[in-house]
């Protein structure tokens, strides 16, 4: 199997997932919560186990992760799926939030896809080239060529405030220095960025189903995505992630990362 057939599995998994969650998207739902505080939804469950039927059926020695249920055993290739990726935004009639589905080989992504449903807009990756559609135009997709923080466009992770760790100094001086910041939109903001809208996002507290898609897209646009310290990103990433649209810049950011975290070590040592 190679990435461009499962780009192409991908794409109809979106076509599927798309119109589970129109369905549902601003109507009464009733909202559970995980134990870890965040929302989950019929939606949710329901894109889920959609997914993972329709890849049993024609995968059926694939593993599946997801968000909602428990990882299916499986062989060199496993799928992985975010079926909603900003269910708060869902749940608040909010149009930014999005699917997110991934092929693993041997725990390398190779195939990745971000579908915003409601606003039909969707971006597929392997790793060497990345296609945006929106339904009118369907074209390569080109990160930005921006090479400092002062002249970036940053979404990021909203900063933790005076009483925070120090570890989180990075996130104020990033915030501050760059150019034009935004709080994080979720997986579009990847999206943006490999499209060149953006320059820099910046998050932490994610799981593999939130940043593993997302590395064929950013790197077949041309751009960089590791972890805070510039380590590629695994099933076991610390949650930590920096996407930017050159190398140039993804150093400078992991720089500012780089010296809050030493200071903060310097300080509790």
Known sequence: MD??????????????????????????????????????????????????????????????????????????????????????????????????IGLLDDGQPIAGLVDLPAMGERWGGTGRRTIFTDGISNGQANVSSCRSIDAARL??????????????????????????TRPVCDCYAYGLLASGYCDLVVEDNLEPCDYLPLVPIINGAGGQITDWTGKPLTLNSDGRIIAASTEHLLEAAIEVLHNSLAAADSVTG
């Open 155 to 180: 979404y990021i992770m909203t900063p933790p405030g005076a009483d925070s760790d120090e570890k989180y100094a990075g996130i104020e001086t990033l915030y501050r220095v760059a150019a034009i």
């Open 3 to 100: 990435e461009e057939e499962a780009l192409e599995f991908a794409q109809h998994l979106a076509d599927v997932s798309r119109s589970i969650a129109l369905r549902y998207f601003r109507t009464s739902l009733d909202i559970r919560w995980k134990k870890d505080s965040s929302p989950v939804t019929i939606a949710d469950c329901k894109i889920e186990s959609t997914l993972r039927s329709a890849i049993r059926d024609r995968y059926p020695d694939h593993s599946v992760i997801g968000e909602e249920y428990n990882c299916t055993p499986g062989g060199r290739y496993s799928w992985i799926l975010d079926p909603l990726d900003g269910t708060k935004s869902f749940t608040m009639g909010n149009p930014l939030f999005g699917t997110l």
